[in-house]
């Protein structure tokens, strides 16, 4: 079925280091692709989206493109802040009423 | 709106009792759905209602599991006899059905502690 695979964590990173977390997925059609992020105690929000091929979210200097040919939607950001610190998600969803998500990268940045 | 509220933020309680959460999505929202997020995974899908009707159940959601959303508004989620496995952050989403992509708004979860 549908799934999502992402890099497993922790990462840890020094403050303005960059950051890459890898986001795979399964899916027998087109999906729309999400990040969300979680900060301790909270529930999660939407960080940001694409819903097609070559489309490209983008979010509080954090990117990712949807790559129909590698069916990757890896997230970036090229200079974290201690306040970027959270667990993030990649999430698909497939006929708009399942969304599935990985297992979730923990992020420490530290100053 | 001040998107998705989900009460109470926290509840312990022994085991083989029962409990109920409640979530008040975003009002002009139509979808309401129900996670269940355990230590250092992502959230797991339960069940989701569109409008009031209850569209699909996970497998997840034993029979000690009702949900409801009566009026197509606000939603329940009761556990009866609970069990320590129990212990997890429910969540609550809701989205605004057939928009492509549009995404869910979760709430702040409930975290359940079964002691």
């Known amino acids: 079925g549908d799934s999502v695979t992402q890099m497993e964590g922790p990462v840890t990173l020094s403050e303005e280091a960059f950051l890459t977390i890898n986001c795979t997925y399964t899916?027998?059609?087109?999906?729309?692709l999400f990040w969300y992020v979680q900060y301790p105690g909270e529930g999660l929000q939407l960080l940001l989206k694409?819903?097609?091929?070559?489309d490209k979210g983008s979010n509080k200097g954090f990117e990712a493109t949807y790559r129909k040919e590698t069916t990757s939607f890896h997230l970036e950001k090229g200079s974290v802040q201690v306040s970027d610190s959270a667990v993030y998600f990649c999430?698909?969803?497939?006929?708009?009423?399942?969304?599935?998500f990985g297992a979730g990268t923990r992020l420490t940045v530290k100053p | 709106d001040t998107g998705v509220s989900q009460d109470p933020r926290h509840k312990i309680t022994k085991r083989g009792q029962n409990v109920t959460f409640r979530c008040d999505p975003i009002?002009?929202?139509?979808?309401l759905y129900w996670y269940r997020q355990t230590l250092g995974q992502g959230p797991e899908f339960l069940t989701y209602?569109?409008?009031?009707?209850?569209?699909?159940k996970s497998r997840l959601l034993s029979d000690r599991f009702s949900a409801e959303r009566p009026k197509g508004s606000f939603s329940t989620l009761e556990i009866q006899r609970t069990e320590q496995g129990d212990s997890a952050m429910y969540l609550c989403?809701?989205?605004?059905?057939?928009?492509?992509?549009?995404?869910?708004?979760f709430g702040s979860g409930t975290r359940l502690t079964v002691v």
């Open positions: 989403a809701s989205s605004l059905g057939g928009v492509d992509g549009y995404g869910y708004t």
């Open positions: 899916a027998t059609g087109y999906p729309s």
């Open positions: 694409a819903t097609k091929a070559d």
């Open positions: 999430a698909l969803l497939y006929n708009n009423n399942d969304m599935r």
């Open positions: 009002s002009e929202h139509n979808r």
């Open positions: 209602f569109q409008n009031e009707a209850q569209l699909e």
